[in-house]
């Protein structure tokens, strides 16, 4: 679908997490819906992601983490973002979150969560509603 | 220029990251006030040396643009990026994946990585990627190194734009190298045979040899072949000295510089007229008249052109 801005995603997988199939079958799925997305592969630090979503001007970062780190990581990466007055990226998590963790990332401030079953129509159309 | 705009470029001349990496966002897109931005920065262009890094996929250009990166760095030189990637025809996304290869550059000081969609646009790409490299220029980066799978006019484009050309390839190609003739033989400087600690690396230096010694291009004898292990960092030294030497050769030709804006040029008023013709031509009605004539087949679509073309020249 083509759409009248190219809206730019990255996708990251933040720790030591070694399972990046959802990210790359996610990677393929948002292209061929028209994104630009950058992906920069396993086992990056929240500094390596931070630094990627600044220099690459992203409108979304996804973290895929199946670590059961998601808490932890997603605080730092924002924390990390927050700290170069990073502000207007959408900042979604996926993989595998317990439901009560769910409250506890948006208070952090991500954005949107989708666990397994999400699909990537519904992903990309969360996107899309909430970049402007 | 809006107050906004010009905080914006202060901010990244005075090295805000953050301030260069939305000055291009803006840029490529062509986003209202690009063309105040490269007039406004154009004057302090003119110092960053730029590389072009091409070759078949899965030669090992990211990973050599890393390790030539990190060499670069050790000699006290910034470094930007530019990665190169296609979009698709069809949805036009894009998946632009040079990042992973770059693992030990990507928060490096002094080096800025910026992945680029090729967004299909004819002629487009070369001219966007240009501007980018002069704000990247004007940023302060010594080096600006460019990679792309160079298939295409629009990527040969991108890749000619480079003070020097490297042209990376494999052991064991064989009839790949016959690919990489067409096009980008020609404006290769250096040739690099990367993975090289693979059987037939000789025998690939050879082939590619014996190529350049068929070339009828002036100087195609002297093109420098070298090897690398970019995983290992094997030969990097030696290809960055080959690489300053090309700079330092090139520099001193007035002429291909000349040659070199009188393409860009053009290109930009191709672009410019191309847009000028567009806009008047969406305010008219002389184009939904013109088609339903060749439709009807009442009238053929080469005077109409040709009748079109008189009316905005005069």
């Known amino acids: 679908m083509e759409q009248d801005r190219n809206i730019r995603v990255l996708m990251a997988k933040p720790g030591l997490d070694g399972h990046e199939r959802g990210a790359r079958v996610l990677a393929y799925g948002l292209r061929d819906e028209g994104f630009e997305v950058i992906y920069t592969g396993l086992r990056q630090t929240p500094d390596q992601i931070a630094a990627a979503v600044i220099q690459e001007d992203v409108d979304v970062v996804g973290l895929s983490i199946l670590s059961g780190a998601h808490l932890a990581m997603a605080g730092k990466v924002i924390e990390k973002l927050k700290g170069q007055r990073v502000k207007d990226v959408l900042v979604l998590v996926g993989g595998v979150i317990p439901e009560e963790d769910i409250p506890k990332l948006k208070e952090m401030g991500v954005a949107g969560v989708f666990t397994s079953g999400a699909s990537i129509k519904e992903i990309a159309e969360f996107i899309r509603s909430h970049v402007s | ?314």
């Open chain 2, 1 to 314: 220029m809006t107050k906004e705009l010009e905080d914006l470029i202060n901010e990244m001349e005075e090295g805000s990251v953050r301030a260069l990496a939305r000055l291009i966002t803006m840029i490529e897109n062509r986003e209202k006030g690009w063309l105040e931005v490269m007039k406004a920065i154009f004057p302090n262009t003119g110092r960053a040396h730029v590389i072009g890094i091409t070759g078949p996929p899965g030669a090992g250009k990211s990973t050599l643009t890393d390790t030539l990166t990190c060499e670069l760095i050790a000699r006290d030189l910034s470094v930007g990026v530019i990665a190169v990637d296609p979009s698709s025809p069809f949805s036009g996304g894009a998946l632009l994946g040079d990042r992973v290869r770059m693992k030990e550059i990507s928060t490096m000081k002094g080096v800025f990585v910026r992945s680029m969609a090729t967004r299909g646009a004819m002629g487009g790409l070369s001219l966007a990627v240009r501007d980018v490299i002069k704000v990247l220029d004007a940023f302060g980066k010594d080096i600006i190194l460019i990679e792309t799978v160079g298939v295409g006019q629009d990527e040969v484009d991108v890749v000619k734009t480079a003070d020097a050309v490297m042209v990376v390839c494999v052991p064991g190609m064989g009839d790949n190298i016959q690919a990489i003739k067409a096009g980008i033989m020609e404006i290769a400087d250096i040739f690099v045979v990367n993975k090289a600690d693979r059987e037939g690396s000789e025998r690939a230096v050879l082939d590619i040899r014996l190529m350049l010694n068929m070339s009828t291009e002036k100087g195609s004898l002297n093109i420098p072949i070298l090897k690398t292990v970019a995983t290992k960092g094997e030969g990097i030294a030696e290809l960055v000295t080959n690489l300053f030497e090309v700079l330092e050769s090139q520099e001193r030709e007035t002429s291909w510089r000349e040659e070199r804006i009188r393409e860009e040029l053009m290109s930009l008023l191709d672009k410019a007229i191309a847009h000028h013709v567009h806009v008047k031509l969406g305010r008219n009605s002389k184009l939904d008249t013109a088609v339903k004539q060749v439709l009807a087949r009442e009238r053929d679509p080469y005077s109409i052109v040709q009748e079109m073309v008189a009316s905005f020249v005069h």
